[in-house]
């Protein structure tokens, strides 16, 4: 759902990015992909969860929901870093690149976490089997 609301923008700024690459990009690019982040990150997620039944809401992996907020409370964070404080005003490759090394490591931590919470449900279900 995020991704493909998100496309248009991020497929917009690529485009006009890539007419150009000696100019300077202008400020609508980021700050779209970032009010979109910010709407499907709050909007759409709280939308889902009201649109399902009244039964409480139960998070079945934990780890994998408090690996997937932490990345995304960082990637503000590391936004903010990025655009005021390291290179003020503008991004460099190295800090493209780590950017697209913390995308990894989100992929691989969250991956982790959804086995390892597999793992222990499959053990907590043999010793109930057990008993």
Sequence with gaps: MALGSSAPEILLSVIQTLQDLDAIPPVL?????VGSAAFNLLVISGVSILAVDETPKVIN????FAVTSIFSLWAYIWLLLVLQVISEGK???IEAWTTLIFTGLLI???????KINAYFEDTKKSQEERE
């Design 29 to 33: 690019g980021p700050s779209t992909i």
């Design 61 to 64: 992996d934990l780890g994998v």
């Design 91 to 93: 991004v460099t490759l």
């Design 108 to 114: 691989i931590i969250a991956f982790a976490a959804d």
